[in-house]
């Protein structure tokens, strides 16, 4: 299953594709720098960079800055990554920014329910403004 991040939630986003992940299903999601975190933007951005710095550099724990490990990172919180299911599912993940050569040809869905047009205010920040603000270099 091709999913296409763009204006969708990242925590919806993440529970389906966790959810289908065990179930044996292989997901590839596509435009990761697109999805968004609902919340006021300065509010996001702080929690980002306290998980950033939060720990010592060489004992971890270790937290992404590119927008597809993030969006990765956020599905892995939501599987049962110590137990082997969980550690298969993960396994069964890929993220991407943009959308891959290999992929293009194919149809990407998208989640109704993950829409960012559900909010009722407009408060959200996309994972692509995030890792800019915390130091991913592309």
Known sequence: MIIDATNLIVG???TVAAKKALLGEKIEIV???KAVVTGKRDAV????????HRGVPSQG???PKFSDRIVRRVIRGMLPYKQEKGRK???????YLSVP?????????????ANVSKLPNLKY???GDIAKQ???KR
């Not at 599912?89 to 993220?95: F, K, L, Q, S």
């Open 134 to 136: 915390i130091g991913a």
């Open 12 to 14: 919806r986003l993440a």
């Open 101 to 113: 050569e290999n992929l293009k040809d194919q149809k990407a869905e998208t989640i109704k329910e």
């Open 89 to 95: 599912a993960y396994e069964r993940i890929m993220c």
């Open 31 to 33: 435009n990761c720098e």
């Open 45 to 52: 951005i702080k929690s980002y960079l306290q998980k950033i």
């Open 125 to 127: 920040v996309t994972i």
């Open 61 to 63: 724990p270790y937290f």
